[in-house]
Nanobody, 127 residues
Framework: QVQLVESGGGLVQAGGSLRLSCAAS????????MGWFRQVPGQEREFVAV????????YYADSVKGRFTVSRDNGLNTVYLLMNSLKRNDTAVYYC????????????????????WGQGTQVTVSS
C-alpha cells in the first residue's frame, strides 16, 4: 500500500508558476500510475494529469495541456506537477493519487480508478 503526502502549494499571482510534489512511501510506488486531481468546494474532483508507472507516458486535461507538466522520480518515490502560466481558475486543492491497479496499461482519468490519495495542498492564484 502506498501512502502519499503533497507539498508545494501556496499563493501565486496569475501568470506565475508553482511546483507540487507528492512523496510516496510503500514498496508499490514504482508499479503505480500516478494521477493529479484538483477540487474546488462544491464541485466534483477534476482530473488534471497522469503519468505512467515507468514515466514513459503522460496525459493531461485539455484545460492544463501546454501549461502543466507531470514527472516522477521512482528513485526518490516522488511525483511532481510543474504548473506554469497559472490562471485564477486553477485555484483549487490539488491531490495526488495512486492507481488501484499495478502496471495498468491504460492511464486512468476517473477518480474511482485510484485507491490511495494524499491529503491535498491548496493552490490559490490571484489576479
Amino acid at each position: 500500500q502506498v501512502q502519499l503526502v503533497e507539498s508545494g502549494g501556496g499563493l501565486v499571482q496569475a501568470g506565475g508558476s508553482l511546483r507540487l510534489s507528492c512523496a510516496a512511501s510503500g514498496r508499490t510506488f514504482s508499479d503505480s500510475n500516478m494521477g493529479w486531481f484538483r477540487q474546488v468546494p462544491g464541485q466534483e474532483r477534476e482530473f488534471v494529469a497522469v503519468i505512467a508507472w515507468n514515466g514513459g507516458r503522460t496525459y493531461y486535461a485539455d484545460s492544463v495541456k501546454g501549461r502543466f507538466t507531470v514527472s516522477r522520480d521512482n528513485g526518490l518515490n516522488t511525483v511532481y506537477l510543474l504548473m506554469n502560466s497559472l490562471k485564477r481558475n486553477d485555484t483549487a486543492v490539488y491531490y495526488c493519487a495512486a492507481d488501484s491497479m499495478p502496471n495498468r496499461l491504460v492511464l486512468p482519468v476517473r477518480p474511482s480508478s485510484y485507491a490511495t490519495w494524499g491529503q491535498g495542498t491548496q493552490v490559490t492564484v490571484s489576479s
